[in-house]
């Protein structure tokens, strides 16, 4: 990470342990919200991403596109597991197990799922355009399904999950520091995620 980003980061960090109210049934438990919500946002941006790249090389036939959605793809696997992990910590704190068959977190799984099928799909063909073009299409169909699975599945059947924060209603539900405090951990880890995009473009081609 580059020094603006490390003072951003720290400064979020403390905002989150430091100027974050406790809510109330939630207590100081509402903190993990302030990683899981930003982390599990980051995976969808990045798959979104990942299809975009993989249009682009439908398109075009450019191979450093099907790079960029392979690796577009890889972060978005690394944050929709840290989503994963920290959703079944907080159901662990809150609810007492790590794994309760939640809609959301088997639709989450579902989604890590696929996405661990792209890339044994990835390591199962040779021949670059080959791979290329059929991760492309697989991924395309992938992030057909994760609007249903991240937004309207969950939302069709009873969850523990806490309200979104865009609740049914299309109103806004969070104390003014809170959201505040939520912008900037979604602009820190968005920032991260580029970084580290930025950074694999470094690294050999596959």
Known sequence: ?????TIFTMITVFCVF???PQAQGLGSLVRIAFFHIPVAWVSVLAFLLSAWKACCYLRNRKLEDDVMSSRSAG??????????ISGAVFAKLTWGSYWNWDPRQITIFILLLIYGA???LRSS???AEVRARLAAVYSLFSCAAMPFLVFVIPRYYFSLHPEP?????GSLQMDTTMLVIL???LIDVTWIFFKCLQAGKAAPDE
């Not at 972060?75 to 994963?84: E, P, Q, R």
């Open 183 to 185: 912008c900037l951990a």
């Open 165 to 169: 924060i865009l609740n049914k209603s």
């Open 1 to 5: 990470m580059n020094s603006a980003l």
């Open 18 to 20: 430091y100027l974050v």
């Open 125 to 127: 063909i040779g021949e």
């Open 118 to 120: 792209y890339f044994a």
């Open 75 to 84: 972060l978005g696997l690394v944050f929709c597991l840290l989503a994963t």
